[in-house]
Each structure stands twice: as C-alpha cells, then as structure tokens.
C-alpha cells in the first residue's frame, strides 16, 4: 500500500478528503491487492466529496467524449440493422430470389452469430483497450454492410449476415461497461436510455432515406437497396475510424483529459461500488453469476422483450404495409414509429428519476403493450378506419420496450465484481440475442398478414415477463433487507472497498436499487 501512496499526489483544492492515511492501518482499509493497478495509481486514499459545479463541468467532460460516441455509435448500429427491414419492400426479396422464411433467416443469423462469440467478446472486453476494439468492430461491421450490395442470393445474404452479426456483438456490452465506467449510478439509467433511444432515432432517420433511395429509378446501375448498404457501410467504416482516434478507453488512459480530472473522473463512480476495471479473472465470481437468481432474471428480461421486438422491428414495415398502405407511404409511417419509440424510452426514463421505482415503471409500460397486441389479434382490416386504429394499436404495443433498456440499466447498477459483471453481461446478451434469432421466425409466412401466432407469442412473453418482474422487486427487497439488519457491523462509511473488485453479493455496504 505505501507505493501507491507515496504515488499520490496532492489533492485539488475543491476535494475535501474523508478519510486520513492513518485510518488505513485500521480494520476496513482499502486492499490493493485486489485494486487494478491503472486505478490504484488515481484513486484517492480516502473519500472525497466533490462539488456541485466540478461535478456538472466533469459530466460535461464525459458525455461529450464518450456518451456522444456512444449515442451515434448506436444510431449506426441500429442504420445497420434497420437496413434489411427497409430493404424488404424495396427489391431485395425479388433481387435475392428469396422464398419462403429465408428472409426471416437473414436476421435470424445475425444473432445466431452473436450467440457463438457472445462470451468470447465479453471476455476480451474486459482485457483489452475498450475504445479501440470498438473502433475496430465498427470498421468491420461497415465493411461486411457495404459487401450486402453484392450478394444476389440467399447463400451470399446468409453469410454476410452472420459475418455482420459477429461483428456487432460488442457494441452492447461495452455500452454497458462505459455506462458503469464513467456514470454515477444514479445517472446510469438516462445515458443507457439515450443510446437505446437510436432504435427510435434510425426509424426515423432511416424513413428519410429509405424514401429518398426509393426513388433511384429502376433503370440505374445500382438498385435502390444497393445503393442503401453501401452508404451506410461506408459511413461506418468512417465512423469507426473516428472512434479510435477521439473516445478515451477509461478515466486512467484519457489523454484528452489532465490528470487532477482523472482522479475525479475516478472518484465521482466511488460510490457507485461496482468497480471500474479489473483485467484478474475470479472464477469464484463465475459460480457466484451463474448462481445469482438476478443473472436469470436479467436474462429473462431480454428474452422476453427481444423476442417481440426483434420481429416487430423486422416486419415492421412489412407490417405496416400489409395494413394496405403503399410503399412510400410505409416508410414514412416507420418514422412516427420511431418518434414513438424515442418518447416512450424518454418517459419511462423520466419516471425512473421522478419516482426511483425501476420496476414498477418496467411493469406499467408492458401493460399497454397487451392491450395493443388484443386489438391487433381481434380486429379485422375492412376499411381506413380500422387501418388507422390497428396502426395506433401496433405503436401501442412497443410501449413495452422501455423495460430492455431499464433493464440493462440496472445490470450496469446491480452488479459488482468485473468477472462476474463479464459472465452476467454475456448471459444476458445470449438472451438478448436468443430473443432476437427467434423473434422473425414467429412471424410465419403462410400466417400473413395479420401474423395470429406471432402476437399470440409475444402475449406470452408480456405474462412472462410481468412474473420475472414481481419475482426481481421481491427477491430485491429480501437482499436488501438482509444486508440492512447487519447493521453497523458491515458498515463503511469511506467506501474504502469500492475498487477492490468485490462482487455485489461480497460487498456488504452494496445495496441495490429497484
């Protein structure tokens, strides 16, 4: 410990230090044994506490260099994924000689792909320079879009898709890891939100120009979905080249920031208690993810909310059109659909921060969904009336997928320990990308276009995950509780723990929030 001490430098003026050196010869002292050196090197000896106005000027730090990376990051990613949707009603079908369910197979086999490398990009994430493995994924995935424009078969679209799928799969999980990285807890639900919201932002953007390509006359020498992956897996790759220049890959390795707001980048995520990086593999934290009933919840949450999602979003416009609307006018409708979206995700959002009720808000927004899928299996398409209310009905039923991004929120807020914290985020996008991979193929062919089972399956998934839900408060509650009647015995008031890598279940000053 004394080397990381007489490291130490002098304190800016502002940080009022808690806890004196003597103090750590005391039972409670930090361990720097189990402390990543990287972090042991900035963080202070003691708590501090930092100012209102230091606070908002390092917020703004941040989110310029790294949520604004983040939000257009997943805006892309997003693009990306959007395309195959737009393209279904802009030739691609026709061009690729598509039959029957091949077309769901196309994004069935991106997360079939993210399925198989899940765990193993999770673990690199946790070994490598954060920022530039993303830049390089970004590169990647933008090349393999633009390589869309040159497939004709389904062979070719297969594997591409896969390609796309093994390349996107980080993008997730180290958003997740950035939002603990850098965030204070309470300010993690909004930044996870803000990037998830880019589901919303694409359809929008997407319309736009999807309509604008849609107009390439059939004569050109490219189709209109041609020219729609190449632009985009160009801007991509471009994109991604950025990234590795300008995002920092942690508060200990930011160039662009000096070295007093490094150690206050460092010590404004204290009292969060989940760490910040740990490259030592615990497998005691393994046993301890793969036991904890919250990694099963978490993953529940993402099964049953991808699985709608995944084909909502897939057959949306597919969908929409079948409401006998015309093309253009479908891709003009997928925009409200994303201003829907980005409302919604922002009012559950807001909720969250009025109320501090994580799963009661997670609860209410599956409500509406249900009485949105009963009027899409009940009603029946005899005249613009009814085009217009199963329209309504349909944007009705994706009120529930605020619940996907509170629920990566509260992996990001409930769960300690960077070994554990890989294996929980791993798990959670197997589930994630499970739901996605099974998500189209609900949506059968011969069940077009009012697609009874498919909203028949995704009603069960509603029920399923109200279950979880009550079953995650409750288990919340008992563990909270169970921490509180320890007492003063367990407490420690300097937070002098939070870096050494303890997992939330260790940590008995770690409460959690619901």
């Not at 829907?340 to 609860?363: D, S």
């Not at 009647?485 to 367990?490: M, N, R």
Request: charged share 15%; proline share 2%; glycine share 6%.
């Amino acid at each position: 410990m004394s080397t990381e001490k007489e490291n130490a430098k002098e304190q800016p003026a502002h940080l009022e230090t808690i806890m004196s050196t003597e103090e750590y010869s005391k039972p409670g002292h930090t361990d720097y044994g189990r402390v990543d050196a990287e972090v042991a090197k900035y963080a202070s000896e003691g708590l501090i506490e930092i100012d209102e106005a230091t606070n908002k000027r390092l917020k703004r730090l941040i989110d310029k260099r790294v949520l604004s990376i983040m939000i257009f990051t997943y805006f892309l990613q997003a693009l990306d994924k959007g395309t195959m949707s737009f393209a279904s009603i802009m030739g691609i079908q026709e061009d690729a000689g598509l039959e029957k369910q091949q077309y769901s197979w196309l994004t069935t086999c991106i997360y079939l792909a993210v399925i198989t490398v899940e765990y193993p990009t999770n673990w690199i994430i946790q070994r490598v320079p954060i920022a530039k493995y993303l830049g390089i994924n970004i590169m990647l995935w933008g090349a393999t879009l633009a390589l869309h424009a040159a497939c004709h078969n389904f062979a070719g679209l297969v594997t591409v898709r896969t390609l796309l799928g093994a390349f996107e799969a980080c993008c997730q999980p180290i958003f997740v890891v950035l939002s603990s990285m850098w965030y204070k807890r309470e300010e993690q639900a909004a930044t996870v939100a803000y990037w998830y919201m880019m589901n919303g932002g694409q359809q929008i953007v997407g319309g736009l120009l999807a309509y604008a390509f849609t107009n390439i006359p059939a004569w050109a020498a490219i189709h209109s979905w041609q020219a729609l992956f190449i632009t985009y897996g160009c801007a991509s790759v471009l994109w991604g080249a950025f990234v590795l220049l300008y995002m920092p890959d942690s508060p200990m390795r930011a160039k662009c920031f000096s070295e007093d707001d490094k150690k206050l980048m460092i010590e404004r995520v204290r009292q969060n208690q989940t760490g910040i990086q740990n490259k030592v593999f615990r497998k005691e934290q393994v046993y301890e993810a793969l036991r904890d009933p919250q990694t099963w919840c978490f993953a529940l949450i993402q099964l049953l909310t991808t699985l709608p999602t995944s084909g909502l979003g897939a057959f949306a416009n597919i969908i929409i059109k079948g409401f006998n609307f015309t093309t253009l006018q479908t891709q003009l409708l997928a925009m409200v659909l994303g201003a829907y979206i980005i409302i919604v995700l922002l009012g559950a959002t807001w909720l969250v921060k009025k109320t501090g009720q994580n799963l009661l808000v997670m609860f209410g927004s599956v409500l509406p969904s249900i009485v949105g899928t009963i009027v899409l299996m009940t009603v029946r398409n005899t005249g613009k009336a009814q085009a217009a209310g199963l329209l309504v009905s349909y944007y009705i039923a994706l009120s529930f997928w605020s619940c996907a991004t509170i629920g990566l929120a509260l992996v990001s807020r409930n769960v300690a320990g960077q070994t554990k914290k890989t294996v929980v985020v791993a798990v959670n996008f197997l589930a994630w990308a499970a739901g996605n991979a099974s998500g189209s193929q609900v949506f059968l062919a011969w069940d077009a276009p009012r697609y009874f089972i498919a909203f028949a399956t995704h009603m069960g998934c509603y029920a399923a995950l109200l279950l979880t839900l009550i079953f995650l408060r409750f288990w919340y509650k008992k563990e909270n509780a169970r921490k509180d009647a320890l007492g003063a015995q367990a407490a420690d008031v300097t937070l002098a723990h939070s870096f050494e890598d303890l997992t939330d279940r260790e940590n008995m000053n770690f409460r959690y929030v619901y």
